[in-house]
């Protein structure tokens, strides 16, 4: 059985990626993307992880990072223009073998569509000052190795992730530490003890956290509307 992993790391998603995932494997999406049934042992599988923007400033270091993994057994690149970066990757002496794709017609029609949907569900970060992508790169790559390391059956795999939350009566999401699984998210181990300031500077927080999560909340709600509406007027 294969295991895929499928990242878009296109503008959309530099902000929030590290974040989102928890939340994409807590709401079955991989169930979706990969057709398994949660009773099934995901542990002996082999992994393919599929990198969507792998050609832009964060995806090629990410890629070289995952080319370098030994848990790792296939790396799909894609993105808008083919370049050689797989064939170059593939000469790193790892047992991952690396494929690079290019266009909209090499999406598989179930892959397009969950990309549809997160990109739906995560607004657009503004930007202010241009970086290398290295630190988005490592730090995406980090928690993809950690999610296969779940998913291959390690045990205490900890990542923290933004997921629904019950940690606060106010706040339905927050970034708290998660274990990871076989499932994705399998344990949400909420706060560390805070002190006394920390504990002031989280109550204080707690009204704006609750503002964006509303503001985000209808962010999803107008966009997915508009897009509906879109589709039926194309039909």
């Known amino acids: 059985m294969w295991i895929k992993m499928i990242f878009n790391i296109t503008p959309v998603f530099q902000k929030h990626l590290n974040e989102y995932v928890g939340n994409f494997f807590e709401n079955g999406l991989l169930d979706k993307i990969i057709g398994c049934k949660r009773n099934y042992s995901l542990s002996s599988g082999n992994v393919k992880v599929t990198v969507v923007g792998a050609a832009g400033k964060i995806g090629k270091p990410l890629c070289l990072m995952l080319k370098q993994s030994l848990m790792i057994d296939e790396l799909s690149m894609h993105d808008v223009k083919t370049t050689g970066d797989a064939l170059e990757l593939n000469n790193i002496d790892t047992s991952c073998k690396v494929t690079a794709y290019s266009g909209k017609s090499n999406l598989p029609p179930a892959l397009k569509e969950e990309i549809e949907k997160i990109t739906a569900s995560i607004r657009n970060p503004q930007q202010k000052n241009e970086t290398s992508g290295f630190l988005a790169a490592f730090a995406t790559a980090r928690f993809i190795l950690s999610l296969v390391k779940g998913i291959r059956g390690h045990k205490n795999v900890v990542e923290c992730a933004y997921v629904p939350s019950k940690v606060h009566p106010e706040l339905k999401y927050l970034s708290t530490p998660v274990q990871l699984g076989i499932h994705g998210v399998s344990k949400n181990l909420g706060l560390q003890e805070l002190t006394d300031y920390e504990q002031c500077?989280?109550?204080?927080?707690?009204?704006?956290?609750?503002?964006?999560?509303?503001?985000?909340?209808?962010?999803?709600?107008?966009?997915?509307?508009?897009s509906r509406h879109a589709k039926q007027q194309e039909v």
């Open 201 to 226: 500077m989280f109550d204080n927080l707690v009204t704006c956290l609750a503002a964006d999560i509303t503001k985000g909340e209808k962010y999803i709600g107008t966009h997915a509307e508009s």
